[in-house]
């Protein structure tokens, strides 16, 4: 049995263990990833339109954890290399539905293969009703952590609004006194 820390010691060294892990399986992700040629933002792009074929560019942004704006170059770049294609919304021609070209169905194969190999190698030996508490906890610290941008993002708001002026007449500097 591990030794009893303190609980300020004990929350650091347990967010220090989930952040050594997050940048670890980055890291393998990252080396895997590369060997296919493949960076992870793309990956995560082909994983996604993979299984929900046909979102637009506007759910993908909200399914995926980068930039609307790097989303936006990003699909231009895998349309240039063939791997996704952008097709009019048959109710909205504004609208453009993403879906994924033979090649770009291929590639997401390998790059799911890859995914699905780590994710193996990281839960092995652990019980499912084990899994299931982990993925709770991690989905409880996520919703705080996602209330807490939320807050910052409301005060970042909030401070870079223009301030009302005040209503009512304006008090003028006296000048200097007169002698007289």
Request: proline fraction near 6%; include cysteine; aromatic fraction near 2%.
């Amino acid at each position: 049995m591990p030794p009893t820390r303190p609980p300020v010691q004990q929350s650091t060294a347990t967010w220090l263990a989930v952040v050594r892990a997050y940048n670890l399986c980055d890291a393998v992700l990252t080396s895997r990833l590369a060997a296919l040629g493949v960076r992870v933002v793309e990956h995560e792009v082909l994983a996604h339109l993979q299984r929900h074929p046909g979102l637009t560019q506007q759910e993908l942004t909200a399914r995926v954890f980068f930039a609307k704006s790097h989303l936006s170059g990003l699909l231009t770049q895998m349309e240039a290399d063939g791997l996704v294609r952008r097709d009019a919304d048959a109710a909205d021609a504004r609208v453009k539905r993403l879906t994924l070209t033979r090649a770009g169905a291929a590639l997401a194969q390998r790059t799911m293969a890859v995914q699905n190999e780590l994710v193996a190698t990281m839960t092995a030996g652990y019980p499912a009703a084990e899994l299931a508490r982990i993925e709770a906890t991690m989905n409880e610290v996520g919703a705080r952590l996602g209330a807490l941008l939320a807050s910052d993002a409301a005060s970042a708001r909030a401070a870079a609004a223009p301030r009302p002026r005040a209503s009512g007449p304006r008090s003028r500097r006296a000048g200097p006194a007169r002698r007289g």
